[in-house]
């Protein structure tokens, strides 16, 4: 049986806008923007790898393999693309996190192709996490791009990785 997927941005998650002052971040200078990079967030997603295989799902696509991974001392990840992708709204109104995660969740659907997944990012909708919540095979799980990943995040998709299938409902 395959691992399930874990499907992982990097802006808002990974470089986070604030961090806390003591999580212990560097800065780095990648591609013109000033990133903040943690150790710490290695050594939870090497501790992610043992029950998921991660995937990136940002838009940085392959620049993430070649200036964050080995930041990171992750090794070379499959990579979700969104280039070209645009989202159709049939609303002018929907809301701009709407379009965004659509940009990301049409093309994350495609990659998964059925397998169970989990997705971290800072931008899922809530009406996405609604949607997700009765369903056995998808988790996703909005971070704070202020603070970006922490330790129960990692707890929370370890102590619940999806698995095939869909929850019963009763009654």
Not at 22 to 34: E, I, M, N, P, V
Not at 71 to 83: A, E, M, S
Not at 132 to 137: I, V
């Amino acid at each position: 049986m395959p691992k399930p997927l874990l499907f992982l941005d990097i802006d808002g998650v990974l470089n986070p806008v604030c961090p806390h002052p003591d999580a212990d971040f560097d800065s780095h200078s990648l591609l013109g923007y000033t990133v903040l990079l943690s150790g710490r967030h290695g050594d939870w997603l090497r501790e992610l790898a043992d029950g998921y295989e991660l995937v990136w799902a940002t838009t940085w696509e392959e620049q993430a393999n070649a200036h964050v991974a080995p930041l990171l001392g992750l090794p070379q990840l499959p990579v979700v693309r969104f280039t070209g992708y645009v989202p159709q709204p049939g609303d002018p109104r929907v809301p701009l996190m709407e379009l965004f995660s659509a940009r990301k969740w049409a093309p994350i659907l495609r990659y998964a192709a059925g397998r169970p997944f989990a997705w971290v990012d800072d931008c899922i909708p809530p009406r996405l996490v609604r949607n997700s919540l009765l369903r056995r095979d998808r988790l996703l799980l909005p971070v704070d791009p202020g603070q970006g990943l922490l330790r129960w995040h990692v707890d929370r998709l370890l102590g619940r990785p999806p698995a095939a299938g869909r929850l019963r409902r009763v009654g």
